[in-house]
């Protein structure tokens, strides 16, 4: 087969970035060499790769400032409503290539840095990706600040500038270890700090009820600094910001101990401040109730309030001066919205400032609380749902705990006096949850707090509303809403896939970029043999692309026409990566017993961390890499079948993966993923989806009709069916010869000779406690799997089908969900003008 184009050639032939204009490129060559001379050492003569990246960096930077500066000025005269996006989790991958799409600069960048004998693809890849964030949350945040630029909404971003994100996955003898991820060591091109807008956050003391009012006194202080990323939205000259906040000591912190003579472990104590932000919490759908995990929460939310307080008394015609101290147009002027419960501290937050700062009477600030307050709910995993000990509130918080109270007193008797005598619906309602240690539901802290209140997909929503919320849903069923989550088209199409994006916009114009829905007009080629062969050509381009990487990132052959499956997303049990490796196991069983049948060769891939302290995540990954081993060196087996463990799997590796994926598995069991976004990166891609109806499985299901898509097991009704009459594991494993085999050759140390036992606790696990039900869907996933095989035989009728999805997938972009949150939620309209860009006068 022919080797892969680089992007580097590939961009040469591509037509939807526009072609260069020849003076862009001579001052891309211009701005390049003159930061590359600044930023160069003066004893040093020879600029290393990472020079030039930053002085490509720095170039696009250029770009995005006046624009950026511009976008500010642009939001002070017009004073719309602000939408404040709350998320302690951003993650952002890499901005470089990010920033030249969005600008339109990605040709002109390409040919000067051609013309100037470098790579522009190797110099991205020197680029850290940001991870701060754990998964689709994270990363949900990020989309949506794509679009929300994009869609000209001011809006700003909140969150910590965590000094390491999400740790990197290292495989050593197939387990996987931790690395701290050191993102910010060679400097952040992207951020600029701004110590002027420094702030004070207070933890501990104690609160004074004084005749004047309350305080809370004898605090601790630490300051929050905050780095601004710029967001560019697309080719509109919109630039919004994303503002990180960074714990520093105060200069006097812990010095009262220099009067006894120990200055020099003062000074070292400081470190006990910077830690807040010193570290993201590696748990994706887990709650660990850590005192320095709440300390960030507060820290985040505490900075930011003072700062949109800051920017709404000041916002008026552009004046710099406090000119607003009236907060009765507070909530038409601000929007809050909390990415999940981590900044519900976010309402009582708001209540102590307008009550004991600005002294608003306490019913009034409740109703600008709950107007300006809306929450995005992102599980139902009842071990997910943050619930923070009282004593840990009274003892860091205590204002907080007063005002929580407070709110749950209020709370409470509206709900005695509309259900009298239901004792157990007040229990079940409570923001405290009595027992033996006292907590606070931080859940329904933000349900009463909010006007709004959404779930992220359709099913989900349901869910939220039957059963995690119901009773909160029957007080006020008006708050309830649904916002199916949506991916960044730039990203996850534009950047990632630039060959599929060129061979759709010379078929249905540019027009999809920012407006997803108009891939439906693909359906009309969908029978039309050029375009078939287009997209099928595409497909093999990115798969041999991505089998040299593997090549030559783990040293492994890839057949590149077998059919690449692929699971990338957190290691958890609900996400049933054990399933997976049950087919791996499967299909290896019916080869070795037959060598000599036809069979689809396959190449599986899963990828995805484990949080660091889930044991059970971590013998998932162990299991995966120890058949791996197994079938990839055995010779009866040769190229029909490899697993491979995708290493340290993040943004920028998801971008090399989904655009050269045939199938994408999504098979959480029905009912436990709220949504998901990579079954919808997938899609667009044009990898057909095996999966449950669960999550926006269901919706994408819908959008494409389900017999396009490979759906499997059961659903959510069969899952409550089969609790009630109590899962019974065992049952399977004597009916279903096939998985015995499995699970004993698992169980014997078939695939770890050298310790036999390695792998009892996921069996035990899987015959015993399996909350997941793995053994109730193996049967029909298997069977599934074969359909999967049949239509990979017939290519032409597959690529029918993935044109299908890719036509089927544009209400999956973000930048719909956005508009529904801004209409719906916010009480904003998007708006398609463009901003005058830098060189032309403002109107």
């Known amino acids: 087969m022919a080797a892969p184009l680089s992007d580097?050639?590939?961009?040469?032939?591509?037509?939807?970035?526009?072609?260069?204009?020849?003076?862009?490129?001579?001052?891309?060559?211009?701005?390049f060499n003159r930061h590359l001379h600044f930023t160069l050492v003066k004893d040093r003569n020879v600029a290393t790769p990472r020079d030039?990246?930053?002085?490509?960096?720095?170039?696009?930077?250029?770009?995005?400032?006046?624009?950026?500066?511009?976008?500010?000025?642009?939001?002070y005269e017009r004073d719309p409503k602000r939408i404040y996006y709350l998320s302690l989790e951003f993650y952002m991958g890499r901005t470089l290539q990010n920033t030249m799409v969005n600008l339109g600069l990605q040709n002109a960048c390409d040919e000067a840095i051609y013309q100037l004998g470098l790579d522009l693809e190797e110099l991205e890849e020197i680029e850290e990706d940001a991870g701060l964030g754990n998964g689709g949350l994270g990363r949900l945040a990020a989309c949506f600040l794509d679009s929300m630029a994009t869609l000209g909404l001011a809006a700003y971003g909140y969150g910590i500038r965590y000094e390491f994100g999400i740790f990197n996955q290292k495989i050593v003898d197939g387990w996987q270890v931790e690395e701290a991820d050191d993102w910010l060591r060679y400097g952040n091109p992207w951020e600029k700090a701004r110590p002027e807008y420094m702030l004070p956050v207070h933890f501990y003391g104690r609160v004074d009820h004084t005749p004047e009012g309350v305080k809370w006194i004898d605090t601790q202080v630490v300051l929050a600094m905050p780095y601004d990323t710029p967001v560019p939205g697309y080719k509109n000259n919109t630039v919004n910001t994303m503002r990180l906040w960074s714990a520093k000591a105060p200069n006097d912190f812990n010095l009262q101990e220099f009067n006894v003579g120990d200055y020099i472990e003062a000074v070292l104590d400081r470190n006990l401040a910077e830690n807040i932000s010193r570290v993201l919490y590696p748990n994706d759908n887990f709650f660990e109730g850590k005192e320095l995990r709440l300390k960030q929460e507060y820290f985040v939310v505490a900075a930011t309030l003072q700062d949109i307080i800051r920017r709404f008394k000041s916002s008026k015609f552009g004046c710099r001066d406090?000119?607003?101290?009236?907060?009765?147009?507070?909530?038409?002027?601000v929007a809050i919205q909390l990415n999940d419960t981590h900044p519900a501290l976010s309402i009582p937050e708001l209540m102590r400032i307008l009550v004991d700062v600005e002294k608003v009477?306490?019913?009034?600030?409740?109703?600008?609380?709950?107007r300006t307050c809306a929450y995005t709910n992102h599980t139902v995993l009842p071990e997910a749902l943050e619930r923070w000990p009282v004593s840990m509130f009274e003892k860091l918080l205590p204002r907080h705990l007063e005002i929580i109270y407070a709110l749950n007193q209020m709370h409470l008797d509206r709900v005695a006096a509309l259900y009298p005598g239901d004792i157990d619906r007040l229990r079940r309602m409570s923001v405290i949850e009595e027992g033996?240690?006292?907590?606070?539901?931080?859940?329904?802290?933000?349900?009463?707090?909010?006007?709004a209140v959404n779930g992220v997909a359709r099913i989900h929503s349901d869910i939220v509303k039957n059963s995690v919320f119901k009773d909160f849903y029957e007080l006020e069923p008006e708050k309830f809403q649904n916002k199916t989550n949506g991916i960044t088209p730039r990203r996850w199409l534009l950047l990632c896939n630039p060959g599929l994006a060129d061979i759709i916009a010379e078929k249905i114009g540019e027009g999809f970029i920012t407006d997803l829905s108009q891939l439906k007009k693909l359906l009309d080629f969908i029978n039309n043999e050029t375009f078939i062969r287009d997209v099928a050509k595409v497909k093999q381009e990115n798969k041999l692309k991505f089998a040299a990487y593997l090549e030559e990132q783990y040293k492994v052959k890839i057949n590149p026409s077998s059919m690449f499956d692929v699971q990338v997303k957190r290691i958890h049990e609900y996400k049933r990566q054990l399933l997976n490796c049950l087919h791996a196991i499967t299909l290896y069983n019916r080869i070795r017993s037959d060598p000599s049948k036809?069979?689809?060769?396959?190449?599986?891939?899963?990828?995805?961390?484990?949080?660091?302290?889930?044991?059970?995540?971590?013998?998932?990954?162990?299991?995966?890499?120890?058949?791996?081993?197994?079938?990839?060196?055995?010779?009866?087996?040769?190229?029909?079948?490899?697993?491979?463990?995708l290493e340290n799997y993040r943004v920028s590796l998801a971008e090399k993966v989904i655009p050269a994926a045939d199938l994408s598995q999504q098979i959480s069991t029905a009912g436990t993923e709220a949504s998901g976004t990579g079954n919808m990166k997938f899609m667009v891609n044009g990898a057909l989806t095996i999966g449950t109806m669960d999550g926006a499985n269901v919706e994408m299901a819908e959008e494409a009709n389900e017999e396009n898509l490979f759906i499997f097991g059961m659903r959510v009704e069969d899952v409550e069916a089969l609790d009630r009459q109590g899962y019974n594991a065992q049952e399977y494993y004597e009916r279903l010869p096939e998985l015995r085999q499995a699970i004993d050759q698992i169980s014997s140390g078939f695939f770890s000779p050298r310790d036999p036992g390695c792998f009892r606790d996921v069996v035990n696990m899987l015959m015993y406690h399996d909350r997941f039900k793995v053994f109730a869907d193996y049967e029909a996933y298997i069977k599934c799997q074969g359909q999967v095989d049949q239509l990979f035989m017939n290519p032409r009728e597959w690529t029918k089908k993935v044109i299908r999805n890719i036509a089927c997938s544009g209400k999956f972009s973000s930048d719909r969900t956005i508009t529904e949150y801004a209409q719906e939620i916010w009480g904003v309209e998007p708006s398609a003008t463009k901003i005058p860009p830098p060189n032309l006068p403002r109107d």
Request: glycine fraction near 8%; hydrophobic fraction near 40%; include cysteine.
């Open 8 to 31: 580097g050639e590939r961009r040469k032939q591509i037509s939807v970035r526009g072609i260069a204009g020849l003076g862009d490129v001579a001052e891309v060559r211009k701005s």
């Open 52 to 75: 030039y990246y930053f002085a490509l960096a720095h170039t696009v930077r250029d770009h995005l400032v006046g624009r950026w500066i511009r976008t500010q000025q642009h939001y």
């Open 322 to 333: 406090p000119v607003r101290t009236c907060f009765e147009t507070f909530p038409d002027k």
């Open 361 to 370: 009477d306490w019913d009034k600030a409740w109703e600008i609380t709950k």
């Open 436 to 451: 033996d240690c006292k907590r606070i539901n931080m859940a329904h802290l933000c349900v009463i707090g909010s006007h």
């Open 598 to 645: 036809s069979f689809v060769p396959r190449t599986i891939m899963i990828g995805g961390k484990a949080a660091p302290g889930y044991h059970m995540a971590k013998m998932i990954i162990k299991l995966i890499t120890s058949i791996g081993e197994v079938i990839n060196n055995d010779h009866y087996v040769g190229d029909r079948l490899k697993v491979i463990f």
